[in-house]
């Protein structure tokens, strides 16, 4: 069964920078979209950003865009999750997410999913 590990959650400034990494075991990292979501207090879980197999194509929730940047290292089996000028809304638990095929589509369910890691913004 695979594993996914987040890391790199903590506290930052509004306006600040964090990336979060998510390393992969188990089964071939390369085969599988990946994802980010958040959920943040009194609110529901939240999509946040996919990448495909290869990395040739990301997407991302409106409320992102321009500020984050998700990217992958197949190689050393690890997704990337760079968040800038942070705001405090932004804060939330991060989770990482396994697709169950090789290219994103919004109406996919998830394979796998990491325990997360908490970014605080603070203002």
């Known amino acids: 069964q695979v594993q996914l590990v987040e890391s790199g959650g903590g506290l930052v400034q509004a306006g600040g920078s964090l990336r979060l990494s998510c390393a992969a075991s188990?089964?071939?990292?390369?085969?599988?979209?990946m994802g980010w979501f958040r959920q943040a207090p009194g609110k529901e879980r939240e999509f946040v950003a996919a990448?495909?197999?290869?990395?040739?194509?990301?997407y991302y929730t409106d409320s992102v865009k321009g500020r984050f940047a998700i990217s992958r290292d197949n190689a050393k089996n690890t997704v990337y999750l760079q968040m800038n000028s942070l705001k405090p809304e932004d804060t939330a638990v991060y989770y990482c997410?396994?697709?169950?095929?090789?290219?994103?589509?919004?109406?996919?369910?998830?394979?796998?999913w990491g325990k997360g890691t908490l970014v605080t913004v603070s203002s």
């Open positions: 997410a396994q697709y169950w095929f090789r290219d994103y589509d919004p109406g996919d369910g998830i394979q796998y």
């Open positions: 188990g089964r071939t990292f390369s085969s599988y979209a």
């Open positions: 990448i495909n197999w290869s990395g040739s194509n990301t």
